[in-house]
């Protein structure tokens, strides 16, 4: 769903994948493509935009985030990467949209909607100011 | 407002962090590699013995030790068996697998297709609910990226190991969550449970050997693979590892998803991750396990949240849906609630549940009409009682719980309802009782232009009367009155 709306492809033609090795180098792949990786040069990381597409997303208003998102981001020469994610847990705050600007800190934003998206590009992705309307996130996951 | 920290996610790991529908995503957060390291390094034995260590248990609610369900399944001969993945979500309130699904799919085509390894499968089967699109449609996308790659098909990874996944749509019956039930409904037959034993692992879908995982089970198995049974079984209490999904819901702020490790006690989920009650209000009760489990006070609020705690509080784990009421909540009235739903849900083969269930919402009714008695609580409980001996499968053996917890920890709130004619939350509206005060009234005729039934009659600038024959108790009254002349009891 919302193929139209996604500027994620895929790496490559699938190949099949063949062996445990064939695996790890794809994802040492995907891991350099994303600037995670060792050798990941981070100054050509971009901005990453999530946006929550779960059903309690979605039912709270998050296509049309979405699909705002993009078009202020092309509006406003913004180079950012936004992807669709499933449910943060958060359902009361939908919908939500997550921020992840190259060394800093991810900022959740909830109660998004068309305004608030535009605030936050203005404000905080471009100004770097304080924009309201965070969501505490402190989850322990495996990786941390 | 704040969650410091309590919440530990392993079945939610990736939910809102990766694109479910980009493969790549999965497998950058090592994705895939835990099937890998099964087939490629592991006899299923030792991955059977490493689950088993784990001491990971059915999340679904029945809380049986997942590595032994394993275990039996492969070691019953057949040259065909299957895994199916228990998608059929059902508990009102609940919403735990749908997020996993929606969120991170591949986590559970994954873990089926280690099962399959492990137990001589080439074949899983995902029974979903048709009410579940979203998720429907993601993983589909979700087995079709993982074919693309091989991840999923013949020969996976080079191996000699073939496992394929497709999905079998059920129609929404609670029933069917049921492991019996979902079998015959996945065989075209109609959702109806049949007697244990045989037990699916030994006799299942078309009468071969099937092992049954709910999908937050399926969810965690990777984790134990690539972190170690070590690691997993060091989270959690003693006879309940690892960490347990909720999904908060009711007259709580923070309604959404919580994973706590076992152990952690309903206040921290409730008034920590949840954010406490709704508008401040007083917290009542909380209900886990759905339909089957029960009503807990706010005693119980420190009880260490695993399987066997909350059984002997008298609820259950169930799938994780977690209820809240506050002080507005009548407790016979959300006993009915349920009793509703199940008699919706029943399937109507055996007779304690078909009519045990109907007598017992009708004696529930005539609490909540005002006109039940002392001798109608006794009823319900040695009803509910032969119910739960009686009753063939697990929805008829417990859907008397929330009447009976609801008896053992609000009794007070039944006895209002039959000795004294009161709801004291006020929410049975055939026990409340509007009034005018006529010292307070001034015959201002604003309730009488807005009662919808013509219940209350008065000359203007004297004292108006409600006629409680006709009142319908709306309210109405009570809202527009600017003196305060109508009193609600």
Redesign the interface.
Known sequence: MLSELKNNHHLSIMTKIKTLTDLKHLKDKIQLKNGLGKSGDKSEQIIQIKVGMATCGIASGAKEVMKYLIEECEHLAVDANVKQTGCLGYCYAEPMIEVLIPGSKPKVFGYVNNKKVREIIENYIIKGEQVEGEIPISFKTINN | ??????????A???????????I?DY??Q?G??AL??CI?ELSPEMVIDEIKNSGLRGRGGGGFPTGLKWEITKNVENNQKYVVCNADEGDPGA?MD??IL???PHSVLEAMAICGYCIGADTGLIYIRAE?P??I?RLKIAIK?AE????IGDEI??SDFNFKIELRYGAGAFVCGEETALIHSMEGLRGEPTFKPPFPSVSGYMGKPTNVNNVETFASVP?IIN?GANWFNKIGTEKSKGTKVFALAGKV???????VPMGTTLREVIFEIGGGIIDGKEFKSVQTGGPSGGCLTKDFLDVPIDYDNLIAVGSMMGSGGMIVMDEDDCMVAIAKFYLEFTLEESCGKCNPCRIGNKRLHEILDKITSGKGTEEDIEKLKILSDVIKDTSLCGLGQTSPNPVLSTIANFGHEYLAHVKDGKCPAGQCKSLLRYDIIEDLCTGCTLCFRHCPVGAITGERRSPHFIDQSLCIKCGVCFEKCKFNAITLT
Do not use: H, W
């Open positions: 407002m704040t969650d410091p920290k309590k919440q530990f996610r392993i939610l790991r990736n939910c809102g962090l990766i694109d479910p529908e980009q790549e497998i950058e090592d895939y590699f890998g390291k490629i919403f749908r997020s929606e969120g991170d579940y979203l998720a449609e990226q693309e790659y091989g991840l990874l080079g984790v972190k702020n923070n309604v959404g998803l919580a994973e």
